[in-house]
T-cell receptor, first 113, second 113 residues
Framework: SQQGEEDPQALSIQEGENATMNCSYK?????LQWYRQNSGRGLVHLIL?????REKHSGRLRVTLDTSKKSSSLLITASRAADTASYFC?????????????FGQGTRLTINP | KAGVTQTPRYLIKTRGQQVTLSCSPI?????VSWYQQTPGQGLQFLFE???????NKGNFPGRFSGRQFSNSRSEMNVSTLELGDSALYLC????????????FGDGTRLSIL
């Protein structure tokens, strides 16, 4: 079963705009991770944020984590056509049960030139 | 450094057959995890191996099995294939698997006729 729920399911914006994706989850976590997947390819790790962290940056990416609300957001600034992909949040649950990483259903991001 | 390598990339089988998929992790990584990705169920965790031992197992039937060799390479086997087993099977590796990003291969696309 999917723990994470991502919002929106699909997002289409113009190149240069910012894109924000949200993720909600249900259980306590060790960390939350964001991944990108281009069509037909594997997942590429973007950022890992631990449960005691509130915000993390990597280049044009900014991730926030609110453990009280069990939610996270991924912000991509100054979007580019190459950012077109599906983005997934994944939680590392605590304590770890049957699930290693629990993925959301993903947000399909389209950047229009 | 070479990434995670999965073979074969594409596979077509018929119902009732069995299949073996292979995964070579990044050099030095000892944890290998397997995931199934389908349009309906999304990304679901199958199992994780660490130092040749299964450390975690997802909620899949016993037809799905795996193993890990002393060089950390891993195989997963699916017996008595069903139409619903059609999916992209992804392998991911990390140093120890604990609180770390996962590095994914491009997957094996399995189609059941």
């Amino acid at each position: 079963s999917q723990q994470g729920e991502e919002d929106p399911q699909a997002l289409s914006i113009q190149e240069g705009e910012n894109a924000t994706m949200n993720c909600s989850y249900k259980t306590s976590i060790n960390n939350l991770q964001w991944y990108r997947q281009n069509s037909g390819r594997g997942l590429v790790h973007l950022i890992l944020i631990r449960s005691n962290e509130r915000e993390k940056h990597s280049g044009r990416l900014r991730v926030t984590l609110d453990t009280s609300k069990k939610s996270s957001s991924l912000l991509i600034t100054a979007s580019r056509a190459a950012d077109t992909a599906s983005y997934f949040c994944a939680t590392d649950p605590k304590p770890q049960g049957a699930q290693k990483l629990v993925f959301g259903q993903g947000t399909r991001l389209t950047i229009n030139p | 450094k070479a990434g995670v390598t999965q073979t074969p990339r594409y596979l077509i089988k018929t119902r009732g057959q069995q299949v073996t998929l292979s995964c070579s992790p990044i050099s030095g990584h000892r944890s290998v995890s397997w995931y199934q990705q389908t349009p309906g169920q999304g990304l679901q965790f199958l199992f994780e191996y660490f130092s040749e031992t299964q450390r975690n197992k997802g909620n899949f039937p016993g037809r799905f099995s795996g193993r890990q060799f002393s060089n950390s390479r891993s195989e997963m086997n699916v017996s008595t294939l069903e139409l619903g087993d059609s999916a992209l099977y992804l392998c991911a590796s990390s140093w120890t698997g604990e609180d770390q990003p996962q590095h994914f291969g491009d997957g094996t696309r399995l189609s059941i006729l």
